[in-house]
C-alpha cells in the first residue's frame, strides 16, 4: 500500500501519526495493511484491542472461550455493564467496530489448543499472547517460533507485569528459554485467588500493544533479548537481558519439539522424553 | 548480601527485599541457601523435588542471568553484588 492509498478521511483520522517522521504515511499504511491475533479479550487484551483499533491496524482477530463477568470490569475496560453475560470476544468485535471502521474484526470463540492454533493463527502478521494460562502462553510461544511469527508476551501478577517480545526470524531469546517449562500447576495462584490491581494490565497492555505497532511499522527497538518487569507498587521499571538458551527445548541447538503435537499444553507444558 | 524477590516468590518470603549473612568470596548458591534457611514456603516453590533450583525460577546477580551468563550457583559473590529471583506469572 501506498500513500497515495489513505484516503482523506484516513489522512484525517490519522494525522498525529501521518506527520510523525518514524511513522509517516508509508507506516500508517503498513498498520493498515497488518494484521494481529490478540489470544485473550481480558485485562492484557482490552487495551491491546482498543490502541490497535484505534492505531488503524487492518485485520484484528481475537480469541477468548469466555463471558464477561462484572468481577472482569474492574479492568477488562473494552466490555461494559450491559455486556454480562455476552461472549467476550462479541463485546471487543462490538467496541472495534464502534471505534474504526477501517479495522476488520474476526473473532474466534474458542480456547486456542495445539490442533486448532493453526488454522486460527495462520496469516496473522503478529500474535499477542494476553491470555491467562500457562497452557495458552507455552503454546503461543511454541507456535510462533516454529512459524517464524513475532510474538509480544506480556503476563500479570498483582502488582507486577512482564514484558518481552519474541521475534523468531532473530538471533533473540523465547518465552522457553527463560522459563522452560510451566510451574507445577497450583504453586502460582491466579487472579481470582490474589486480585490484581485494576489498571495495572492497563499499563502491561499498552506497552505490548506498542511492540506490536512497532513490529509492524519496524519503529525503534523491540523489547526482544530482554525482560521488562513492571512493578506498580513500587513504580519501576527494570529490563534485564535474556539470551537465547543453546538448551532450550524449541528454539535451542539440539531442540525436541519440532511440532506442537509433541507437547502436552495443560499443566506444565512438558515435552516427552525422547 | 541482599534479595530482592519477584511475584508469588516474595509473598512466600513474606518481603521484597531481603538480607542474608554471606561474605564477598563465597558462592551465589551459599546466598540462595542462607535465603532458603529461614523460608520453608520459599524452598518448596524454588527447589525441585531433588533440591536443584527449578527450571522456571531464573536467578540475577547484578541483573545478569547466573546460568547463562554467569557460572551458575557457583558463581562468586563480591561486595556490593545484588542477588534478584523470579519465577514466570501468568495472569492476563
Known sequence: MSDLSLDAMQ?????????????????????????????????????????????????????DDDVVERSNLQRQIVHADADVGRPKVESAAAYVRNLNPDVTVETYETRLAAGS?????????????????????????????LTDTPLSHGAIYRFEGQVITIDPGGDGPCYRCLFPQAPEPGTVPDCATTGVLGVLPGTVGCLQATEVIKQLTGIGEALTGRLLMYDAADMSVETVPVHRSPDCPVCGESATIDSLDEVTYEARCTIPAK | MEWKLFADLAERAGDRHLTVDVEP?????????????????????????????????????????????????????EAGDELAMFPPVSGG
Open chain 1, 117 to 145: 492454533i493453526d488454522e486460527i493463527a495462520a496469516g496473522y502478521d503478529v500474535l499477542c499472547d494476553a491470555s491467562d494460562n500457562f497452557a495458552t502462553r507455552y503454546l503461543c510461544n511454541d507456535y510462533c517460533v
Open chain 2, 25 to 77: 568470596g563465597e558462592r551465589v548458591e551459599d546466598a540462595l541457601h542462607a535465603l532458603l534457611d529461614d523460608h520453608d514456603d520459599l524452598r518448596e516453590r524454588v527447589l525441585d523435588e531433588d533440591g536443584q533450583l527449578s527450571d522456571g525460577i531464573n536467578v540475577l546477580r547484578n541483573g545478569s542471568e547466573i546460568h547463562t551468563q554467569q557460572e551458575g550457583l557457583e558463581t562468586t559473590l
Open chain 1, 11 to 63: 489522512l484525517d483520522r490519522y494525522s498525529r501519526h501521518v506527520i510523525m517522521d518514524e511513522v509517516g504515511p508509508a507506516g500508517q499504511a503498513a498498520l493498515l495493511d497488518g494484521s494481529v491475533l490478540v489470544v485473550g479479550a481480558g485485562g492484557l487484551g482490552s487495551p491491546v484491542v482498543q490502541y490497535l483499533a484505534a492505531a488503524g491496524v487492518g485485520r484484528l482477530g481475537i480469541v
